[in-house]
């Protein structure tokens, strides 16, 4: 069953009625679900120019074993993400052992939904930022830069 749906798993038990008999019930599991018990969780904001270039995220997050998240933006505004994806007062709260924030200016909705994660770390161009008030480690940088940067290094 894919993620997100809800459904039956049923067995044919005779061809000639089209009988079928209910072997189990598949409950929804949905991203929501899966952010919450995420150890790694690399999130995308606004600094992405593009829904295209989100891969970047997806990348680091597969390569670290992490879920993907988003700012609020990333799926309310933009329609970008699933909404289970948001992180933040009106989203997802999450407690992750590492939060990777990448292109998230960090407002206050957004840093309520991560403020229990072990290790926060940011990459944004503006050094002013806020999310740089919470993050145990930031770089002021351009992501698309940073972030193919990051992703050679644990190629090894």
């Not at 018990?37 to 904001?45: K, L, M, N």
């Not at 993907?68 to 948001?86: A, F, I, K």
């Not at 994660?117 to 050094?127: F, L």
């Not at 193919?148 to 090894?156: C, T, V």
Request: hydrophobic residues 40%; negative net charge.
């Amino acid at each position: 069953m894919s993620e997100g749906k809800t459904g039956l798993e049923v067995e044919e038990v005779g061809s000639l009625h089209g009988g079928v008999r209910l072997v189990k019930t598949l409950e929804k599991r949905d991203a929501t679900t899966d952010l919450r018990g995420a150890t790694v969780i690399v999130s995308a904001g606004r600094g992405f120019r593009t829904k295209e270039d989100l891969r970047l995220a997806e990348d680091l997050a597969k390569a670290l074993g992490g879920a993907l998240g988003c700012s609020r933006p990333l799926s309310s505004d933009y329609g970008w993400l699933p909404e289970e994806l948001h992180i933040g007062l009106t989203g997802v709260t999450v407690k992750p052992s590492l939060y990777f924030a990448l292109g998230i200016s960090g407002q206050l909705q957004h840093v309520a939904g991560i403020k229990e994660s072990k290790v926060i770390a940011a990459v944004n161009t503006d050094r002013d930022a806020p999310i740089f008030q919470v993050a145990d480690y930031g770089i002021v940088g351009d992501l698309y830069q940073v972030v193919p940067a990051i992703l050679e290094i644990l190629k090894g």
